[in-house]
Every structure is written in C-alpha cells, then in structure tokens.
C-alpha cells in the first residue's frame, strides 16, 4: 500500500507516522499494538483497512482533534467471517535430547475471545511469541 512501511523489526509507519495500535472491527484484538493480529489473522477475512491519527481517550470522548504523530490501522473483518479458530504449532528435536515446543489455539466469534497457550523446552530458551502474549495478558492491556 503506498505510503505504508514495515522495518525488519515489525515497526509500521504510515506517510512517516509510526503506527502504535492496530485494531480488529475498531477495538484491540488482545495486544494494544496488534502484533498477534498481524501474526496470526488470515488475509481473506479483512473486509477493508481504515488508517487514522491515534487519539487519546479525552479526544475520542470530547470529539476534539487528535494532536498524536502516531497512527492507529483498523482491520475489519466481513462479518460473515467474524468467527474462527486460529491455531499455531511449533516443535524442534535435536541431539542430546534437546527439545523445544509451543501451542497456541484461539477462539474468536464477534466479541468473545478465548486462548490456549502452552511452551516447554529444555534449551534454556524463552518462546517469543508466548511469553510475548502472556506479558501483554499479565500486564492487563487486553480487553475484557
């Protein structure tokens, strides 16, 4: 899309404004900055992207403009597509008995989201992706 980038980090930026939410139908979908949307969501769902500047919650109450140089991208999902199950797999086995191995299943239909997440390894490694998801889930940023 014309004036949108991503860096190798995964940082988005959109006619030079760096995107610090990403929404699904215009809530967060369970991280504020949408990375497991990104990661995880199938193309064939979206209906259309909108691209906005980012408001704080007194502009969205009051009407007021936004003073952000930030950028929010909102996916909606055609609604006849708002439902599904979207799963990951991840195993490894080397030698010495080395393993690595992680899951996640989630559920979502409109408004109701529920996941199942689960890791182990024994080579001392933290599953990015995981322990990602379980910061974001502990620090209480996802939605109810």
């Known amino acids: 899309m014309p004036g949108v980038q991503m860096d190798n980090d995964g940082k988005i930026t959109i006619n030079g404004k760096e995107v610090d939410q990403i929404t699904i139908n215009g809530k967060p979908f369970f991280d504020k900055n949408g990375k497991i949307a990104l990661q995880n969501l199938p193309a064939d769902i979206i209906k259309n992207i909108q691209f906005t500047t ?3 919650k ?3 109450l009051s009407g007021k403009s936004s003073k ?3 950028a929010t991208i909102n996916f909606n999902i055609d609604e006849k597509k708002n439902k599904g199950l979207i799963s990951r797999l991840t195993l490894g086995y080397g ?3 080395r393993y690595e ?3 996640l299943i989630s559920y979502f239909k409109n408004d109701t989201k529920i996941s ?3 890791a182990s390894n024994n080579i001392n ?3 990015f992706r995981v ?3 379980l910061t974001v889930w502990v620090a209480g940023e996802i939605p109810g």
Do not use: P, V
């Open 95 to 97: 030698s010495d008995k």
């Open 131 to 133: 322990m990602r998801f």
């Open 58 to 60: 007194e502009e969205e």
């Open 125 to 127: 490694s933290r599953d």
């Open 101 to 103: 191995g992680s899951g």
């Open 116 to 118: 199942l997440l689960a």
């Open 54 to 56: 980012t408001k704080t």
């Open 68 to 70: 952000s140089n930030n």
